[in-house]
Every structure is written in structure tokens, then in C-alpha cells.
């Protein structure tokens, strides 16, 4: 008895350790996490970075890092294998965490990290074959001995980093998680390009495609998916003459319909995934030489996808964007050259409806014949939950997915599934970092076109521009030679006139070098015009940015770095000096109220700018989407998956007969017309902002009515940045909208001393207890540009080094 | 006493640099032992003890790193100050060092009834 309140003591402490240890719902195991020393306080920078003289085993040679005044790195190398040795090193160094989230959503494993509630992410990762396009991408790259030098390079790099890490070393989000990192390795780059591809080229509407077909007909599918508007002005400029004779394809005589109505989900492609980039020649220039311009836009989040980097070793020397878990820079120039991306629409993704022999889905019937498939066991693992064995059936078009087939071949309650086979561009073997790696070696256009050669997917518009004073752009990818309209709706599986039969021949892709037009551009709109004898697809962005990029292009002489950062911030919108005048003239100003009419007084008056400080943006896209929402929604009421018209393509319509089929509300008696819907669209719309907004006031000012927030990568809270009052919209160059808009501007100035500036938002730090975790979000947010530090030579220690710059650098030295 | 309260505390500091979190229990397991008090006052100096070691720890480090990630973190639970954060630390310090130095004061105690 007398060892009774010992007894009960001791058990209380130790409950309460086992409390303290213990991960409750999202609450990290408190213990560790408040530990001052090895907790969360752990990750509160609180020295600026500081010289280092230190051994790093695994490396080769001597390497010196300077960090400039950003923290950027710049990376001296004397071979290959340490310079993105040391890419890797730094990259997991400032960004680990990233990295690895990245490559577990593409592996399907974000489960195991984070719980059930990812599942069916995970599940359609693995049934689109995310890991299977991974492995042959890596059984490529090691067919090519420099890439696969590089890949082990890079991987051991980070992995160097990673073993170096105790515990109370790891970076914040793993603590709030209670996880560890793992051993990297080169699967884990190719997964992190097929996420890449996964977001910019797993866009379609195969299935939403084959509805509007069945339930509109084919003349408005005309009407709307397959006209131009008549504003687009291609990628490659209408006066280009293709002197070629298209490789032949042959075509089905009908087209198949698919048993589908209800069906897949179609990828969720976030809105906001767009970019600008453009070279112009010398001609145009002050400095007599090419300067070029590339924003890729992309969702933003903290940390930024990219990391800026400076790589110098032997034949190289190379500034740009990375990637986080790719070696090399991506969009970026070297002492010669630059270049720059956005993405291409085509369509390089196709569904293929199956049929299997039985339900054991061994056999599938082809070409006249059954045809054996292949299993997948996909084993996903549940953080504390039991682990989901799913097994995936392929195909030679690709991985099997289940339909849901509520409603399939109209006999009600006869419910047969219905099987798609994903016929896609990211399981083709390919080897896209050997692009990237000679690309930063390129010394001129001929380096630069034999370097795309190797890059396969995600497509993209590659603009060109050398101190030799060439300008160029290709449409870059890997396309499949299609017939017309080919994979555009659900494809017959069984007929392999529906296959795809070969490619585009690199030589027929369209491209330019040196218009005569004096600069190359693209906007993601339709890369050629009609005449163009390949087909590619149909869904690419509006006309509106790529146009204002060509007409101020067109308009400016001796351009400046200003004027080109003048035209990344430009917040014009095409889209509303478009349509507003007919809106304006289309309601009934009678039926307003005062407010309302000091409102629409304000839209009279203005000058079609996305500025943050106006309101007439706020209330001119919020009546817009109430208009255009009023003339669809009835046609629209039906309960499966249908494509709606593009927006210019509406605007367009309206413009040319405002009272066409669609305005009418069929479901009330009378019949409506553009004034009616136009004026009931505005007044609640207004109703709308007042409610969200309050009364007309300052806090409808465009900048705040964007809502554009930058969250963490896990959408935690306290570790984004939230309520940036800022300017733009998705019409507009400066394409920035609600948590999505330019993820890195970029200028370069070509010539014997090659210039640069740039701007990303967000930081070099991954760590949120960094003061470089979000520092340059201000600058980005109005618009300014850091001039990038490119060193030809190390800036300390050596006999070329600039005096005051040298201060703020931070010097690594690392011996093997 | 002082002198006890301060080598708790004290050691509850360095041994937490090279330690684990627990560490925060072990000076008030090893004085405890020591210490002939009531079991509440015993408590108490364990607890205050180490309660004042990662207090000033972590108030330390909020202050050198300029509330930076403090006031993330605040966010993130939901907190309005971030002075609750460096309270909530200094808490669990305590608490553990609390239980440890009692814990062990109670064993001396039941030992000396013999």
C-alpha cells in the first residue's frame, strides 16, 4: 500500500508521455513538436546563412556554392556528376518535403503519408498508369549513359542530404505529419515528369465530347469546338506556308459511338494553367539584339514549383528555373542562349472503350481477334488503415478503367460496366532531362532544335533566342499522326483504325525561325492556322492573350527590357472590350436602381483594364458568368458530363446574332430575350457581390475581388499567404487570378553580356520558419524584376570579382 | 533548495540539446529522489523548474527568428498570440518534469516509511 501514490504518480507520467507521443486526428504528437529544441522551434531561422569549409562525401571533386543576395545558388563544378550532384543536395536541402510530395502523388502513395481521405487520388494515379509511364521513362534514360550519369548523380545528391538529417532536423512538414523521408532514387525523377505531364497534357473530353455530339448534333459541335474565332492569331503565323505532304492516315468510315453517357471523371485540369513567351529579334530591339520573355502559369503554391539555380561547370553554364527533383534548368538561358515554355493543347490522350472477352478481362477483342491482356497489382498502402489491393488491367492501348455505368446501353437496370483503355503520351518511353541537359549546352539554334528532339511530353511551345541574333519557336512534343478529329470523342477499342498509327514526323511540326513579322510568340492559343494538314486537337485557350501579345509586339520599335515588363504586367482585357459595349447596349437601364445605375455608369466608362484599384472588373466578370450561366443552364440541365462552348467562341456567337436558341429559357412561357437576360443577369450579379462584398464600396476593388491567395502545398493553414491585392485576370497577359497566374517571369536580353531578370513568388527556402520561405512575393505581386546574378566566373576568390556584389554573398566550399 | 530548483532546470536545458523531448523528465527523476518536500511541493518544483527552462527556450528562439514561424504556427493552431505557443511549451516541460520530480520524490518517501 505504502508505494500506492508512487505507483499511481509514475503511471500518470507515463500516460502522459504516451499522450505526448501519441498523433491525435491532424494534431502532431505534441511532445516532439513543441520540444524548443527539437520541434517545430527547431525549423525558426535564426542566422542569415553562413560560409562553410567542409568535406561532403560522395563528391568527386572540389565544388564551390555562392548563395547571392535571394539565396539563389550558383553551383561551380569541375565535372558533370558533381555539378547536379549538387543540384540534388541543394534542392533536397532547401526543399525536401516538396520533392517528395510531389513524387508520392504520382506514385499513387499520398494514402500512405496522409490517410484515407487520398485514396482515390492514389487509385486514379495507378489506374492511369503514373508508375508503369515512370519505369519505362527511367529503362530509357539508362540506354543514354551521359543522362543516366546524371540521374545517379542527382539522386545521390539528395540522398547525401537526406542521411545527413537527424530527427529534429527534418523539415517542418514532417513534423506536423510524423513521417521521415526516404531514400531518393531515379524513378522517383521520372515520376516527378509524368506529374508534369499529368498536369499539363492530361486534359480531355473524350467523354463530355461524345455526349454534346449525341445530344446537341454535329452542327453545333461545328458551331462552337470547331471554329476559330476570328481574332485568333496563331502560334505559328497564318503566312506560313507548309510545303509538305501530310504522312497518310486511314480512317473509319463512321464514326463509333460509345456506349458511355455517365461516366470516368475526366482529369480535373485546373483552371489557370496557361503561359505567355515570346522573342523578338534584334530588329525591334534598343540593344540591336534578341530579347525573350516567358511566364509560365501554373497554380501557385508555397514553396513555388520552381528553384532558381545557377549551374557552371565544364561546357556548361546555365541560369534558370528547376524543376524540384529534375536535374538541369528548364526554362532558363546560358552564355549563348535562351529559351522558354508554355504549354501546347493537343490532344495526346484518348479513351478507347473495351471489350473483353469475359468478366476475368484475359482477353480483349482487336483487330479481329482476342488478345491477351496484362495484370497490375497496385498495392496501396493506408497510413493507419488497412492496405487496398487494386488490380489493373492493360491493354496495348493502355491501363483499364471502370466506367460507372448507371446508364449505359439504355435498357434501364441492366447494369453492364463499361471498360476504357487510356491510350496516353506518358507511358511512351521517353527521356525528357536529356532535352534539358543539352539545351542548357546549346550554343545556337542548331543545338537548340537537336536538343528538342529528345523531348517528348508534356508538349510544349519552345521560344528560342540566340546572342547570334536568331529568334525561333517549334511546337515541341511528340504527337500522334491523326485523322481529323481523331480521339476527340470516346474511341472503338476493338478497331485499330482508332490506334494511333504513327506520329507526326519531327520535321512537319510547325515551327518558325526569324518571321519576317520580327518576333515569335505563344499564348497556348491554336498553334497554326487552318491550313495546318495535321490534325492536333481542338481545345486550346481563347485568342484573347495571345493576341494582345502579337498586336503590342507588332505596334513596339526599340524595345526594352521595360517594355517587355510592361507587357508581363499588361492587364488588358480583350475579352471585355469584346463583349461589354454589346452588354451595355443589350440592358434595360430602366429597370435599374440608382445604385445599380451608378454601378453600370462605372463600366461605361471603362478602359478594360484588370487593375486592382478598379471595381468595373469585379462586376463586369461577375455579370458575365451570371449571363453566361442564364443562356446555358438550361441546355445544359442534363445529369452527364457536356462541353461547353469556349468563351470567345460564345462571345463570338452573341456578338453575331444575340438572340440565337440558346438565350430563350425554354422551362417559362415567354420568351426571353438578350435585354431581358442581360438586365436580370446584371441586377444579381450585383446582388451577388453586395452579399459577399457588402455595399458598393472600395472592397469591391478588382484586387481583392481576385482572390488571390497562395497556399501551402497541403493547403495547411499559417503556412500560405492569403488576400494579395493584385491586378490581372485570365484574359490578360499578367494572367494572375484567384491562387493561379505567372509561377516565374522571366526577361532575357541577349548579347555579349547576356542580362536577365526574373521573379517568382515564393522563395528559395522550403522552410516556412525562413525569411525566404515567401520573400519575394511582394515584388511579384506588383510587377518588379530582380536583375539575376549570372557569374561567368566564381565572385569571390577570384580575380574577376565585383566588388560591392560580393558582400551579400554566402561562400561554400566543399572537398571530397 | 534554490539550488535544486536550478540544477532541474538547468539540466533539464542542456540535456534537451542532446536528448529527445523526454529528457525534460529526467533531472526531476534524478533530484527528485533528493528532495524531502511535500508531494505537491514537490511537484511544483519540478514543474516550474522546467517550465522556466523551455520557456525561456522557446521565447528565445521566437525572439532571435523574429516571430516568423511562431506566427505561422499560431495560425496554424488556431492561436491569436503567439506568446500561448511559447506558453503551451513551456507547459508540456513542465508537466513532464513535474510528474518525473514527484514520481521520484514519492519513491524516496515510500522507501524512508520502511
Same mark, same amino acid.
Given at each position: 500500500?505504502?508505494?500506492?501514490?508512487?505507483?499511481?504518480?509514475?503511471?500518470?507520467?507515463?500516460?502522459?508521455?504516451?499522450?505526448?507521443?501519441?498523433?491525435?486526428?491532424?494534431?502532431?504528437?505534441?511532445?516532439? !513538436?513543441?520540444?524548443?529544441?527539437?520541434?517545430?522551434?527547431?525549423?525558426?531561422?535564426?542566422?542569415?546563412?553562413?560560409?562553410? *569549409?567542409?568535406? =561532403?562525401?560522395?563528391?568527386?571533386?572540389?565544388?564551390?556554392?555562392?548563395?547571392?543576395?535571394?539565396?539563389?545558388?550558383?553551383?561551380?563544378?569541375?565535372?558533370?556528376?558533381?555539378?547536379?550532384? /549538387?543540384?540534388?543536395?541543394?534542392?533536397?536541402?532547401? %526543399?525536401?518535403?516538396?520533392?517528395? /510530395?510531389?513524387?508520392?502523388?504520382?506514385?499513387?502513395?499520398?494514402?500512405?503519408?496522409?490517410?484515407?481521405?487520398?485514396?482515390?487520388?492514389?487509385?486514379?494515379?495507378?489506374?492511369?498508369?503514373? $508508375?508503369?509511364?515512370?519505369?519505362?521513362?527511367?529503362?530509357? +534514360?539508362?540506354?543514354?549513359?551521359?543522362?543516366?550519369?546524371? !540521374?545517379?548523380?542527382?539522386?545521390?545528391?539528395?540522398?547525401?542530404?537526406?542521411?545527413?538529417?537527424?530527427?529534429?532536423?527534418?523539415?517542418?512538414?514532417?513534423?506536423?505529419?510524423?513521417?521521415?523521408?526516404?531514400?531518393?532514387?531515379?524513378?522517383?525523377?521520372?515520376?516527378?515528369?509524368?506529374?508534369?505531364?499529368? &498536369?499539363?497534357?492530361?486534359?480531355?473530353?473524350?467523354?463530355?465530347?461524345?455526349?454534346?455530339?449525341?445530344?446537341?448534333?454535329?452542327?453545333?459541335?461545328?458551331?462552337?469546338?470547331?471554329?476559330?474565332?476570328?481574332?485568333?492569331?496563331?502560334?505559328?503565323?497564318?503566312?506560313?506556308?507548309?510545303?509538305?505532304?501530310?504522312?497518310?492516315?486511314?480512317?473509319?468510315?463512321?464514326?463509333?459511338?460509345?456506349?458511355?453517357?455517365?461516366?470516368?471523371?475526366?482529369?480535373?485540369?485546373?483552371?489557370?494553367?496557361?503561359?505567355?513567351?515570346?522573342?523578338?529579334?534584334?530588329?525591334?530591339?534598343?540593344?540591336?539584339?534578341?530579347?525573350?520573355?516567358?511566364?509560365?502559369? =501554373?497554380?501557385?503554391?508555397?514553396?513555388?514549383?520552381?528553384?532558381?539555380?545557377?549551374?557552371?561547370?565544364?561546357? $556548361?553554364?546555365?541560369?534558370?528555373?528547376?524543376?524540384?527533383?529534375?536535374?538541369?534548368?528548364?526554362?532558363?538561358?546560358?552564355?549563348?542562349?535562351?529559351?522558354?515554355?508554355?504549354?501546347?493543347?493537343?490532344?495526346?490522350?484518348?479513351?478507347?472503350?473495351?471489350? !473483353?472477352?469475359?468478366?476475368?478481362?484475359?482477353?480483349?477483342?482487336?483487330?479481329?481477334?482476342?488478345?491477351?491482356?496484362?495484370? %497490375?497489382?497496385?498495392?496501396?498502402?493506408?497510413?493507419?488503415?488497412?492496405?487496398?489491393?487494386?488490380?489493373?488491367?492493360?491493354?496495348?492501348?493502355?491501363?483499364?478503367?471502370?466506367?460507372?455505368?448507371?446508364?449505359?446501353?439504355?435498357?434501364?437496370?441492366?447494369?453492364?460496366?463499361?471498360?476504357?483503355? =487510356? %491510350?496516353?503520351?506518358?507511358?511512351?518511353?521517353?527521356?525528357?532531362?536529356?532535352?534539358?541537359?543539352?539545351?542548357?549546352?546549346?550554343? *545556337?539554334?542548331?543545338?537548340?532544335?537537336?536538343?528538342?528532339?529528345?523531348?517528348?511530353?508534356?508538349?510544349?511551345?519552345?521560344?528560342?533566342?540566340?546572342?547570334?541574333?536568331?529568334? @525561333?519557336?517549334?511546337?515541341?512534343?511528340?504527337?500522334?499522326?491523326?485523322?481529323?478529329?481523331?480521339?476527340?470523342? +470516346?474511341?472503338?477499342?476493338?478497331?485499330?483504325?482508332?490506334?494511333?498509327?504513327?506520329?507526326?514526323?519531327?520535321?512537319?511540326?510547325?515551327?518558325?525561325?526569324?518571321?519576317?513579322?520580327?518576333?515569335?510568340?505563344?499564348?497556348?492559343?491554336?498553334? &497554326?492556322?487552318?491550313?495546318?494538314?495535321?490534325?492536333?486537337?481542338?481545345?486550346?485557350?481563347?485568342?484573347?492573350?495571345?493576341?494582345?501579345?502579337?498586336?503590342?509586339?507588332?505596334?513596339?520599335?526599340?524595345?526594352?527590357?521595360?517594355?517587355?515588363?510592361?507587357?508581363?504586367?499588361?492587364?488588358?482585357?480583350?475579352?471585355?472590350?469584346?463583349?461589354?459595349?454589346?452588354?451595355?447596349?443589350?440592358?434595360?437601364?430602366?429597370?435599374?436602381?440608382?445604385?445599380?445605375?451608378?454601378?453600370?455608369?462605372?463600366?461605361?466608362?471603362?478602359?478594360?483594364?484588370? *487593375?486592382?484599384?478598379?471595381? @468595373?472588373?469585379?462586376?463586369?466578370?461577375?455579370?458575365?458568368?451570371?449571363?453566361?450561366?442564364?443562356?446555358?443552364?438550361?441546355?445544359?440541365?442534363?445529369?452527364?458530363?457536356?462541353?461547353?462552348?469556349?468563351?470567345?467562341?460564345?462571345?463570338?456567337?452573341?456578338?453575331?446574332?444575340?438572340?440565337?436558341?440558346?438565350?430563350?429559357?425554354?422551362? &417559362?412561357?415567354?420568351?426571353?430575350?438578350?435585354?431581358?437576360?442581360?438586365?436580370?443577369?446584371?441586377?444579381?450579379?450585383?446582388?451577388?457581390?453586395?452579399?459577399?462584398? #457588402?455595399?458598393?464600396?472600395?472592397?469591391?476593388?478588382?484586387?481583392?475581388?481576385?482572390?488571390?491567395?497562395?497556399?501551402?502545398?497541403?493547403?495547411?493553414?499559417?503556412?500560405?499567404?492569403?488576400?494579395?491585392?493584385?491586378?490581372?485576370?485570365?484574359?490578360?497577359?499578367?494572367?494572375?487570378? #484567384?491562387?493561379?497566374?505567372?509561377?516565374?517571369?522571366?526577361?532575357?536580353?541577349? #548579347?555579349?553580356?547576356?542580362?536577365?531578370? #526574373?521573379?517568382?513568388?515564393?522563395?528559395?527556402?522550403?522552410?516556412?520558419?525562413?525569411?525566404?520561405?515567401?520573400?519575394?512575393?511582394?515584388?511579384?505581386?506588383?510587377?518588379?524584376?530582380?536583375?539575376?546574378? !549570372?557569374?561567368?566566373?566564381?565572385?569571390?576568390?577570384? &580575380? /574577376?570579382?565585383?566588388?560591392?556584389?560580393?558582400?551579400?554573398?554566402?561562400?561554400?566550399?566543399?572537398?571530397? | 533548495?534554490?539550488?535544486?530548483?536550478?540544477?532541474?532546470?538547468?539540466?533539464?536545458?542542456?540535456?534537451?540539446?542532446?536528448?529527445?523531448?523526454?529528457?525534460?523528465?529526467?533531472?526531476?527523476?534524478?533530484?527528485?529522489?533528493?528532495?524531502?518536500?511535500?508531494?505537491?511541493?514537490?511537484?511544483?518544483?519540478?514543474?516550474?523548474?522546467?517550465?522556466?527552462?523551455?520557456?525561456?527556450?522557446?521565447?528565445?528562439?521566437?525572439?532571435?527568428?523574429?516571430?516568423?514561424?511562431?506566427?505561422?504556427?499560431?495560425?496554424?493552431?488556431?492561436?491569436?498570440?503567439?506568446?500561448?505557443?511559447?506558453?503551451?511549451?513551456?507547459?508540456?516541460?513542465?508537466?513532464?518534469?513535474?510528474?518525473?520530480?514527484?514520481?521520484?520524490?514519492?519513491?524516496?518517501?515510500?522507501?524512508?516509511?520502511?
Amino acid at each position: 500500500m505504502k508505494y500506492l501514490p508512487f505507483s499511481l504518480s509514475l503511471t500518470a507520467g507515463l500516460a502522459l508521455i504516451w499522450v505526448l507521443s501519441t498523433r491525435w486526428g491532424n494534431i502532431p504528437p505534441m511532445g516532439p !513538436f513543441m520540444d524548443p529544441d527539437g520541434g517545430f522551434w527547431a525549423q525558426a531561422e535564426r542566422q542569415p546563412p553562413s560560409h562553410l *569549409n567542409d568535406q =561532403l562525401l560522395g563528391l568527386m571533386d572540389s565544388v564551390q556554392v555562392f548563395f547571392d543576395d535571394r539565396r539563389v545558388p550558383h553551383v561551380f563544378a569541375q565535372n558533370d556528376h558533381d555539378l547536379y550532384f /549538387m543540384q540534388g543536395f541543394l534542392q533536397a536541402r532547401d %526543399r525536401l518535403f516538396q520533392m517528395e /510530395m510531389q513524387t508520392y502523388d504520382a506514385a499513387g502513395r499520398l494514402s500512405e503519408l496522409l490517410g484515407p481521405s487520398l485514396v482515390e487520388r492514389d487509385r486514379q494515379s495507378r489506374r492511369w498508369g503514373m $508508375v508503369f509511364g515512370a519505369e519505362k521513362a527511367v529503362a530509357e +534514360v539508362q540506354k543514354h549513359e551521359p543522362s543516366w550519369t546524371i !540521374f545517379k548523380a542527382y539522386s545521390a545528391g539528395v540522398n547525401a542530404f537526406i542521411s545527413s538529417l537527424e530527427p529534429e532536423q527534418f523539415p517542418l512538414e514532417y513534423k506536423l505529419l510524423d513521417i521521415s523521408p526516404e531514400p531518393w532514387t531515379p524513378l522517383k525523377m521520372a515520376l516527378l515528369l509524368k506529374n508534369m505531364t499529368r &498536369t499539363l497534357a492530361a486534359g480531355n473530353s473524350d467523354v463530355s465530347h461524345s455526349n454534346t455530339l449525341a445530344y446537341f448534333g454535329p452542327e453545333f459541335v461545328e458551331q462552337f469546338f470547331d471554329k476559330d474565332h476570328d481574332l485568333l492569331d496563331p502560334i505559328i503565323p497564318a503566312s506560313r506556308v507548309w510545303d509538305f505532304e501530310r504522312v497518310p492516315v486511314r480512317r473509319p468510315d463512321t464514326l463509333f459511338v460509345p456506349k458511355v453517357a455517365k461516366s470516368i471523371q475526366p482529369f480535373p485540369v485546373p483552371e489557370g494553367i496557361g503561359s505567355n513567351n515570346w522573342a523578338v529579334s534584334g530588329e525591334k530591339t534598343a540593344s540591336g539584339y534578341p530579347i525573350l520573355s516567358n511566364d509560365p502559369h =501554373l497554380r501557385l503554391t508555397l514553396p513555388s514549383i520552381w528553384y532558381e539555380i545557377q549551374l557552371h561547370g565544364p561546357g $556548361v553554364n546555365t541560369y534558370g528555373v528547376s524543376l524540384l527533383g529534375a536535374p538541369g534548368v528548364v526554362i532558363g538561358f546560358n552564355e549563348q542562349v535562351a529559351w522558354g515554355v508554355t504549354n501546347v493543347a493537343s490532344d495526346v490522350l484518348d479513351w478507347y472503350e473495351i471489350r !473483353f472477352e469475359n468478366q476475368k478481362k484475359e482477353r480483349y477483342w482487336h483487330d479481329g481477334q482476342w488478345k491477351a491482356t496484362s495484370k %497490375r497489382i497496385e498495392e496501396i498502402h493506408v497510413r493507419s488503415a488497412e492496405t487496398i489491393i487494386d488490380t489493373v488491367v492493360y491493354t496495348h492501348h493502355g491501363p483499364v478503367s471502370e466506367v460507372s455505368s448507371a446508364n449505359t446501353d439504355g435498357q434501364e437496370g441492366s447494369t453492364r460496366p463499361i471498360y476504357h483503355a =487510356l %491510350r496516353w503520351i506518358a507511358h511512351e518511353p521517353s527521356n525528357e532531362i536529356r532535352a534539358f541537359y543539352q539545351l542548357n549546352r546549346a550554343e *545556337n539554334y542548331d543545338d537548340y532544335v537537336e536538343a528538342l528532339t529528345h523531348y517528348q511530353a508534356p508538349a510544349q511551345n519552345f521560344v528560342f533566342a540566340s546572342s547570334e541574333g536568331d529568334i @525561333a519557336l517549334w511546337v515541341n512534343g511528340r504527337f500522334p499522326n491523326k485523322w481529323d478529329g481523331q480521339g476527340r470523342t +470516346v474511341s472503338d477499342g476493338t478497331d485499330p483504325l482508332y490506334d494511333w498509327q504513327g506520329w507526326i514526323p519531327r520535321e512537319h511540326h510547325p515551327h518558325i525561325k526569324n518571321p519576317e513579322r520580327g518576333f515569335v510568340s505563344s499564348a497556348n492559343q491554336e498553334s &497554326t492556322a487552318p491550313d495546318y494538314p495535321y490534325y492536333m486537337d481542338d481545345v486550346y485557350a481563347p485568342f484573347e492573350r495571345g493576341r494582345r501579345i502579337n498586336e503590342r509586339l507588332s505596334e513596339l520599335d526599340n524595345m526594352t527590357k521595360d517594355d517587355m515588363q510592361a507587357l508581363l504586367m499588361d492587364n488588358y482585357s480583350y475579352h471585355a472590350a469584346e463583349i461589354l459595349p454589346s452588354m451595355l447596349s443589350w440592358i434595360q437601364t430602366d429597370s435599374l436602381n440608382t445604385i445599380q445605375s451608378e454601378v453600370l455608369d462605372s463600366l461605361q466608362t471603362w478602359n478594360y483594364y484588370n *487593375n486592382a484599384s478598379y471595381r @468595373a472588373p469585379s462586376v463586369f466578370r461577375s455579370w458575365w458568368y451570371t449571363l453566361y450561366e442564364a443562356i446555358l443552364v438550361d441546355e445544359y440541365d442534363a445529369d452527364f458530363p457536356l462541353r461547353t462552348p469556349a468563351r470567345d467562341r460564345l462571345v463570338q456567337q452573341l456578338k453575331e446574332d444575340s438572340n440565337f436558341w440558346m438565350v430563350d429559357h425554354r422551362s &417559362t412561357e415567354v420568351v426571353e430575350t438578350i435585354g431581358d437576360q442581360a438586365t436580370r443577369s446584371f441586377i444579381s450579379a450585383l446582388n451577388d457581390l453586395t452579399e459577399v462584398y #457588402g455595399v458598393w464600396s472600395d472592397d469591391w476593388d478588382w484586387g481583392w475581388v481576385i482572390n488571390n491567395d497562395i497556399p501551402h502545398l497541403t493547403q495547411t493553414n499559417g503556412l500560405g499567404v492569403n488576400d494579395l491585392y493584385s491586378s490581372g485576370g485570365a484574359e490578360s497577359v499578367n494572367a494572375t487570378r #484567384g491562387s493561379s497566374g505567372p509561377s516565374w517571369r522571366m526577361i532575357v536580353e541577349l #548579347g555579349p553580356e547576356i542580362k536577365a531578370w #526574373g521573379v517568382y513568388p515564393g522563395g528559395t527556402s522550403g522552410n516556412p520558419g525562413s525569411p525566404n520561405y515567401d520573400h519575394m512575393i511582394e515584388s511579384w505581386r506588383t510587377g518588379k524584376l530582380y536583375e539575376l546574378h !549570372f557569374y561567368k566566373a566564381p565572385p569571390i576568390g577570384s &580575380t /574577376m570579382s565585383s566588388g560591392q556584389e560580393s558582400k551579400s554573398v554566402v561562400k561554400w566550399s566543399l572537398r571530397p | 533548495m534554490i539550488i535544486l530548483f536550478l540544477l532541474i532546470a538547468g539540466n533539464a536545458f542542456f540535456l534537451n540539446l542532446v536528448l529527445p523531448w523526454w529528457s525534460a523528465a529526467l533531472p526531476g527523476l534524478f533530484f527528485g529522489y533528493r528532495m524531502n518536500v511535500t508531494p505537491i511541493r514537490a511537484f511544483g518544483m519540478g514543474f516550474f523548474a522546467v517550465f522556466l527552462a523551455w520557456g525561456a527556450h522557446a521565447a528565445y528562439v521566437h525572439i532571435a527568428s523574429n516571430g516568423v514561424l511562431s506566427s505561422r504556427m499560431a495560425e496554424l493552431f488556431g492561436l491569436t498570440q503567439e506568446w500561448i505557443l511559447i506558453l503551451i511549451t513551456a507547459v508540456i516541460g513542465g508537466l513532464l518534469s513535474g510528474f518525473a520530480t514527484l514520481t521520484s520524490s514519492l519513491l524516496a518517501h515510500s522507501r524512508n516509511k520502511k
